[in-house]
């Protein structure tokens, strides 16, 4: 199951709109398919993504967590469900 979030444009503003925490993301195409999940500091992960992220990745969507350990459970529930 995708996140319930709305998709933001993968761009320099979207980097700068997230916050400075931990979170799982998702990458996803022009269609919204999700191309990639990730977990990690929201900026940083976004920044790399922005720069390194899959072909096609034109949208990102995130969810913030509380603790590293809930970020990667997260992504993990997200990456199973995805396959």
């Not at 709109?17 to 992960?45: F, H, I, K, S, T």
């Amino acid at each position: 199951m995708p996140l319930r979030k709305q998709w933001r444009a993968l761009d320099r503003s979207a980097v700068g709109a997230a916050p400075d925490r931990l979170g799982v993301y998702e990458l996803g195409d022009d269609d919204g398919v999700v191309l990639e999940v990730g977990w990690g500091v929201l900026p940083d992960e976004l920044k790399d993504a922005l720069s390194y992220g899959p072909r096609g990745a034109t949208q990102v969507r995130w969810k913030t967590a509380q603790t590293r350990e809930q970020a990667e459970e997260l992504a993990a529930e997200h990456r199973e469900r995805a396959d």
